[in-house]
Nanobody, 129 residues
């Protein structure tokens, strides 16, 4: 089993940057991909970015493409989300997730929450205007 722990959230002014980290522990060798999702206040969970653990291929939602960057440190079993040019609409609780069952190998639906079986508790990101 894989356990995820997010960190790095906080309060930042619009236009600023923030770097989120998600450290994985446990049976990390089974991880096929990791993703970042967020839940804005009053809204449902939405896809932000994802990365294939083996290839490093990345995927982004249109709303963050060009501003956010997802990366990984395989040696540390950690995935990062570098958030730049933050906007008030980026305010949300951010979660990292892992596909340890290789669902995404067959579906390729990195934007689907259902493709990820392990979730962290999340970290709050608040962007002030």
């Amino acid at each position: 089993q894989v356990q995820l722990a997010e960190s790095g959230g906080g309060l930042v002014q619009a236009g600023g940057s923030l770097r989120l980290s998600c450290a994985a522990s446990g049976r990390t060798a089974s991880t096929y991909a990791m993703g970042w999702f967020r839940r804005p206040p009053g809204k449902g969970r939405e896809f932000v970015a994802a990365i294939n653990w083996s290839s490093g291929d990345t995927y982004y939602s249109n709303s963050v493409k060009g501003r956010f960057n997802v990366s990984r440190d395989t040696a540390k079993n950690t995935v990062f989300l570098q958030m730049n040019i933050l906007k008030p609409e980026d305010t949300a609780h951010y979660y990292c997730a892992a596909d340890t069952q290789s669902y995404l190998k067959y579906t390729g639906a990195y934007y689907y929450t259902s493709e990820y079986d392990i979730w962290g508790q999340g970290t709050q990101v608040t962007v002030s205007s």
